[in-house]
């Protein structure tokens, strides 16, 4: 990852994807985290740079968004949409994936409802995340939880996209965190609740069931084909 020496110092890569690279550093003397966006050499270049341009935008705008509503979520410091680069202060703390999985069981539940909020308050500013999972989520020291890699989220158009956030939750607890998968979704739901209301988290949880047995229905039908 190559950062201008007038936009900060690069000390540690964290995490290089088919989309961003992500970096820990410094910027003005704090502790910041740097994502740029990857370039895709398939693409046109005038095209890639386009693309790169717009998705940095929108997601700095949603960024501040959610913050400006009260979402707990890594405040901007720098955006430079040309180079696809957004400066975001560092979260001191665990990823919660892996803090779950040393944490006594009433530590585990106040973190899971403290992201169910979190969720919820971004959920009604209109936002979908995208990619709602405990790897996006920091428990902080404070014993908080912050939302973070809104790379793919978009404004919501309806109830299906808030329910995909939710529904992608679940996998990820019943893969990641299996044996307290249940408890644990209890905890995060209950947060949820307290934000966006009962009427409203019930409309959620009918359309991810209906989304999880559509999901039923096509490994049925390829496991029929494969037979």
Known sequence: MTVSTCVGRVSKVIYLGAE????????????????????????????DRAIISRRTISEARILTLLE?????VPKIVFVDPLV????????????????????DWEVACRAMVSAGREVGKMHRAGIAHGDVTTSNMILARDGDVYIVDLGLAKHVEDVEDVAVDIHLLIRVLESSHYSA???????????????????????????????RLRGRYVEERKVRKTN
Do not use: H, W
């Not at 992500?22 to 046109?44: C, D, H, M, N, T």
């Open 20 to 47: 961003a690279l992500i970096a820990e550093g410094e910027f003005l003397g704090r502790s910041v985290v740097f994502k740029q966006r990857v370039s895709k050499p398939y693409r046109v270049p005038e095209l």
């Open 68 to 72: 400006e509503v009260g979402v707990r």
């Open 84 to 103: 696809g680069l957004i400066v975001m202060e560092k979260i001191e703390g665990l990823v919660l994936r892996d803090a779950l999985k040393d944490l």
């Open 181 to 211: 998968r249940e408890e644990l979704f209890k905890c995060f739901i209950s947060g949820y609740r307290e934000v966006v209301g009962e009427e409203f988290t019930r409309e959620v949880i009918n359309k991810v069931s209906e989304i």
